[in-house]
Structure formats: C-alpha cells, structure tokens
C-alpha cells in the first residue's frame, strides 16, 4: 500500500474520531462483500475452533473489526504483528507505540488496551484467593500476561496465608529498562500489615533474559533474611523474561 492512509480510520456520521460507537448501527449492505465474508468466516471460525485454530493477525482482526467496521483490516494486523512480534506484543504496546502506526487511531488503541485489560483480570482472578502451590502454572501464566512484554522493570510482591493461599498481589515499585528499587524493609512492613505468612517475589527483564543480576540475588537474599525475622517464609523469587523464567527455589539462588 502506498497511500500512507491506507489502513486510516473513517469516523462514523455523527460521532467523528470514535468507529467504535455504535449507536448508529452499520448496516451491512454498505460492506464490500469480500470484507463482509472474510468477516464472517473469521467469526464462524473462532466459534468453531477457538483461538487455537487462528494465528495471531486473525486474533487481531477479530479484535479490529469493531474499530475499523467499513474497512479490510488485515493489512493493519500484519503490520501490528510485524512491529510488535506477536499478539500479544501487540496488546502490550504503549498507546503512543501505537498511534505511531498509519492507520491507528483512537478506536484501534481502545479495542487493543481493552482486550489486554480483560486479559490481565482473567489470568489474575484465576490465582486471587488460590492455593498458589497447586495453581503454579496459572500464577506464571498471570506474570508473563502481565509483565512479560514491559519496557522497564517492575517489581510485584505476592502475599500468602498459612495455607499458602494467595491473599495480595501488589505492585511494589516501577523503575527503569534494567533497574528497579527494591526495599526490603517496605516489603515486610506491608507483609506484617496483611497478616501474611509467606512472599512470592516476581519482577520482569525486558531484555528477555531471565538470568538474575548479582543485584537480584542480594535483593532477594537481604529480603529472606529481613523475612525471617519476622517468622515470615521466602517461597520464591521469579524473574520473568519474554518467554520464560527463572526460579530462585528451582534454580539453587534460593
């Protein structure tokens, strides 16, 4: 495509710079029938098969659809797996990565931030009040959702009972591409306010490299030790890469 607008969103009447509202319904005779069966096909497939049976860009156009109705929008989800690498890489993108692309306007942003939002509710409703031993895989499924494509460094405490139920996941601190501040003594604190008997550590690379730092590894030890003093347990510390991680337990940091 050479017209830099080739992949631009037209407003609907009435409602300029949002395709996304549908108070004026769109009627589908109005579609080429070439989008209007790709679409639905695409649809019947997903019903049919799931999300399994589709490859990113047609994860994407599913998404696209209700933001760019009257257009083909598999070129823009090419173009979105191609800048970003995957699906996911696509949710993930900030707002301004995004509406650096031709053809990505305010309605596309919302429809991607909208399904990543849904996602991260979802992984973590399934670990929240869980017995975070027995539901391990979901718990990693809900860090590299939420933290696996960042750009900086982000540190989250899990905080668990005497049954090893998962009773608080909070964001600690937020720092840079390859530093993030990290105070043990904060982490107790809030670990004695909630009443909690154990910690999961868990903080991304966004170099994709899980291999913890000598930093890491006296964060983590000095963490144990301020822990321990107060009869509470160190479990884990896991360091989450682009497409997998590391166990201080697993690995012998620990």
């Excluded at 809900?142 to 899990?158: D, L, P």
């Excluded at 604190?189 to 890491?216: E, M």
Aim: include cysteine; charged fraction near 25%.
């Amino acid at each position: 495509m050479s017209d830099p607008r080739a992949f631009s969103e037209i407003p609907l009447p009435l409602f300029v710079g949002d395709e996304a509202m549908e108070t004026t319904p769109l009627d589908p005779g109005k579609l080429p029938s070439y989008i209007r069966d790709h679409r639905q096909r695409l649809r019947a497939r997903f019903l049919e098969g799931g999300a399994q049976a589709m490859p990113d860009y047609e994860m994407l156009e599913l998404v696209l659809f209700r933001a760019i109705p009257r257009r083909d929008v598999k070129p823009l989800a090419h173009k979105l797996i191609e800048t970003f690498g995957d699906f996911n890489g696509a949710l993930s993108a900030t707002p301004d990565q995004l509406a650096a692309l031709p053809g990505v306007g305010e309605a596309v942003i919302a429809e991607l931030k909208i399904v990543e939002a849904a996602a991260h509710r979802l992984s973590r409703a399934k670990v929240l009040r869980r017995q975070v031993m027995s539901s391990w895989g979901a718990l990693l499924d809900y860090c590299h959702t939420t933290m696996a494509h960042r750009e900086t460094e982000q540190f989250r405490v899990f905080y668990l009972d005497r049954k090893n139920i998962l009773i608080a996941d909070e964001q600690q601190a937020e720092g840079t591409v390859d530093h993030v501040p990290v105070y043990p003594r904060e982490v107790v604190k809030r670990a004695l306010q909630l009443n909690a008997s154990a910690l999961i550590l868990v903080h991304n690379h966004p170099s994709g490299d899980p291999t913890p730092s000598g930093a890491d590894i006296d964060m983590t030890q000095q963490i144990a030790a301020a822990a321990a003093t107060m009869g509470i347990t160190l479990h884990d510390h896991i360091i989450i890469g682009k497409s997998c991680e590391i166990s201080f337990r697993s690995d012998g940091y620990l």
